[in-house]
């Protein structure tokens, strides 16, 4: 495996309370990577108890198992802040909830009047990055859905191993890219292009839309979409450790043009139709669409279906949507453990017989040893889904979204099926876009956005029939 920088401290701490600046250390863990030449890690563990010079609270020697008679022999942090900085020196911080971690540190360094910074990684962050459809980044969490095995879970070192062990099992579910990717972006620190106007950014609203970054070419180099187009392309320029397309991007762009858009439906579907018109060099958000996705019940159990494969008329059947199929399976681990569901039936584990892994820990009804019918446990899966079922479709045939900026434009939209069909400009397209509609494709953002506004009663569907007939229902743009 590589990462993006070479050395990294899995850190961990426990302390005698939650506020950095009042509470102490009492142990630390830490785990230090490098990569060698040849991509193998160079593992590295220490670990100590830490003598906090204060009693700790009874609950917090309940949950660590901590008490202040371990903690009475050992040394106190002036004796082994010499180590520990030695041990983080030139490492990327990595910590669960990272804040809390550094924090700590930072004040204890500080009380010994030693400066302390390193660059902050945050595994939380991470997993929230990587795994956008599910719910708790948590550390239990994040050890029940990756299956991570663990020991001396509250203890420094053995958290440490597990914050360890979940990036090690990224590498193994993700494509190394895509991890390195989240990983830099979360590093991220600010630097303009020298060949950029000092205000490239500043002139960008804080608004939804497009924007389409050029070299020396009539062809964009790149086409985006945010929500806030400063913030979101002032972040392609503010990495410490970039992807390589920003990079290069940042030493080809000689300009900016942006598209306001009303919303941020607006924004999607019109990146995607300039990406797909425009063919820029550095997207890669065409192959990241590819890589979406839906599970669907197939012979009684889940199965993945890209976005390729994917018919819109039978979206409302199927559960998601995914923004990959890690991503998928992450959502079917958790409803494993949390179901005791079988993940040897549900093929997320490979095994040739059982019993699963759960069932050896009691946590699988035992389908794999023939404990419970694959007919019960299968009933099992289809109910534990079901908080992820994509609703019906909620009309007959096509309907409009109208999205309007405060004292801005309007736009139209025409979908069906959770899928976009176009975006009229004046009745006489819209009428024949109801006519011969052109052939709708799954998109993950889209039928995404669309599920999640009709799902907190935001959604109003305008029919074609209705906004004929009532003028004042739709105006366009
Ligand atoms: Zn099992």
Redesign the pocket.
């Given at each position: 495996m590589t990462l993006p920088l070479s050395t990294f401290a899995f850190v961990d701490l426990e302390t005698t309370g939650t506020r950095a600046a009042a509470d102490r250390i009492t142990e630390i863990g830490i785990v230090r990577v490098e990569i060698r030449e040849d991509g193998a890690p160079q593992v590295t563990e220490w670990s100590t108890l830490v003598d906090p010079e204060t009693p700790i609270p009874p609950a917090i020697q309940v949950l660590t198992g901590i008490t202040d008679a371990m903690v009475a022999a050992a040394p106190a942090f002036s004796t082994i802040a010499g180590d520990v900085s030695q041990m983080l020196a030139g490492c990327v911080f990595v910590a669960h909830n990272a804040r809390f971690d550094y924090g700590f540190l930072k004040h204890a360094f500080a009380r010994l009047e030693r400066p302390f910074t390193a660059r902050v990684l945050c595994t939380v962050r991470l997993s929230r990055r990587l795994f956008p459809d599910v719910d708790g980044h948590g550390l239990d969490a994040l050890i029940a859905r990756h299956s991570l095995s663990v020991t001396d879970r509250h203890r420094a070192l053995g958290d440490a191993r597990a914050i360890w062990s979940f990036v090690q099992r990224l590498y193994g579910d993700f494509a190394r890219e895509a991890v390195d990717d989240a990983i830099k972006r979360l590093l991220r620190i600010p630097s303009l292009p020298p060949q950029l106007p000092s205000d490239a950014i500043d002139v960008l609203p804080e608004a939804p839309g497009v924007y389409l970054f050029y070299g020396d070419n009539a062809l964009p180099l790149y086409v985006g979409k945010s929500v806030n187009l400063r913030e979101r392309v002032g972040a392609h320029f503010s990495q410490d450790w970039r992807s390589e397309t920003d990079l290069r991007l940042s030493q080809e762009i000689r300009r900016i043009e942006f598209e306001e858009t009303a919303g941020e439906l607006g924004a999607l579907l019109r990146e995607a139709v300039l990406i797909k018109s425009r063919l820029p060099a550095y997207n890669r958000a065409l192959r990241r669409k590819l890589e979406a996705g839906v599970l669907e019940i197939v012979d009684g159990l889940p199965r993945f279906v890209a976005a390729a494969g994917i018919d819109c008329a039978r979206l409302s059947s199927s559960y998601g949507p995914f923004a990959s199929r890690a991503s998928a399976r992450a959502a079917l681990r958790e409803l494993t453990a949390r179901h005791r569901l079988?993940?040897?039936?549900l093929r997320l584990e490979r095994r040739a017989a059982?019993?699963?892994f759960?069932?050896q820990l009691g946590r699988?009804d035992?389908?794999?040893?023939g404990a419970e019918s694959p007919e019960s446990h299968d009933r099992r899966v289809v109910e534990a889904l079901a908080p992820l079922m994509i609703p019906r479709w909620p009309v007959a045939g096509a309907a409009l979204v109208r999205e309007h900026a405060p004292m801005g434009r309007t736009d139209v939209h025409l979908f069906r099926d959770w899928c976009w069909l176009g975006t009229p400009r004046d009745d006489g397209e819209l009428a024949s876009l109801v006519e011969a509609p052109q052939a709708s494709a799954f998109d993950f953002e889209v039928t995404k956005l669309l599920v999640r506004r009709h799902r907190a009663g935001q959604l109003r569907l305008i029919t074609p029939g209705a906004a004929t007939q009532r003028r004042d229902a739709i105006e366009y743009c």
């Open positions: 079988c993940a040897l039936r059982g019993p699963c759960a069932r699988c035992g389908v794999c040893v």
